[in-house]
T-cell receptor, first 116, second 112 residues
Framework: EAGVVQSPRYKIIEKKQPVAFWCNPI?????LYWYLQNLGQGPELLIR????????DSQLPKDRFSAERLKGVDSTLKIQPAELGDSAVYLC??????????????FGPGTRLTVL | QKEVEQDPGPLSVPEGAIVSLNCTYS??????FMWYRQYSRKGPELLMY????GNKEDGRFTAQVDKSSKYISLFIRDSQPSDSATYLC????????????FGTGTKLQVIP
């Protein structure tokens, strides 16, 4: 079974440019997460989707970040415009959405963003 | 104060050593405890999950939770070079769906 797929794996852009990350979750996983991981830190949740609905986006900087999950499968995270401080790894994860307090989250390899 | 504290290391041990990794947390509402392993340039993968005080063993790995002290540990026996990675503790509050709060991670290097 394929795991969580993310692309691109690496992205280098200049500040003020837009950038988009794509995620394809594990088949059948209703819940999708986007995390931000700074160097030497643990992942921090940006947004969580249950099917196509964003149910927790309290940590998403909405002035420059946006996300969508059309049809409840693939998801795209966008930054516009990017700032130097956005340099980090952006992780996507998915899990079964069965309402339990804990469901194992399966992570993709991440997209490493460098903003120059 | 962070909700979960973890020594970032790095921790360097010889092959075959017993490794002890630790985290402390601040809120007794946290009821679910996990350890993730993250290899360089990879996403985290779940190693162990527990929701009760005491020990849980899986092969060379033992997770220990002490809710009275708000202290969680991961022990690795007979450490191998392939165990070299960053280990992240993670916790979840009780009561419906709650987001996962990760520690900063401890970088471990096992030297052959």
């Amino acid at each position: 079974e394929a795991g969580v797929v993310q692309s691109p794996r690496y992205k280098i852009i200049e500040k003020k440019q837009p950038v988009a990350f794509w995620c394809n979750p594990i088949s059948g996983h209703n819940t999708l997460y986007w995390y931000l991981q700074n160097l030497g830190q643990g992942p921090e949740l940006l947004i969580r989707y249950e099917n196509e609905e964003a149910v927790d986006d309290s940590q998403l900087p909405k002035d420059r970040f946006s996300a969508e999950r059309l049809k409840g499968v693939d998801s795209t995270l966008k930054i516009q415009p990017a700032e130097l401080g956005d340099s980090a790894v952006y992780l996507c994860a998915s899990s079964l959405g069965n309402g339990k307090p804990y469901n194992e989250q399966f992570f993709g390899p991440g997209t490493r963003l460098t903003v120059l | 104060q962070k909700e979960v504290e973890q020594d970032p290391g790095p921790l360097s041990v010889p092959e075959g050593a017993i490794v002890s990794l630790n985290c402390t947390y601040s809120n007794s509402a946290f009821q679910y405890f996990m350890w993730y392993r993250q290899y360089s340039r990879k996403g985290p993968e779940l190693l162990m999950y527990t929701y009760s005080s005491g020990n849980k063993e899986d092969g060379r790995f033992t997770a220990q939770v002490d809710k009275s002290s708000k202290y969680i540990s991961l022990f690795i026996r007979d450490s191998q070079p392939s165990d070299s990675a960053t280990y992240l503790c993670a916790i979840i509050r009780s009561g419906g769906y709650q987001k996962v709060t990760f520690g900063t991670g401890t970088k471990l290097q096992v030297i052959p």
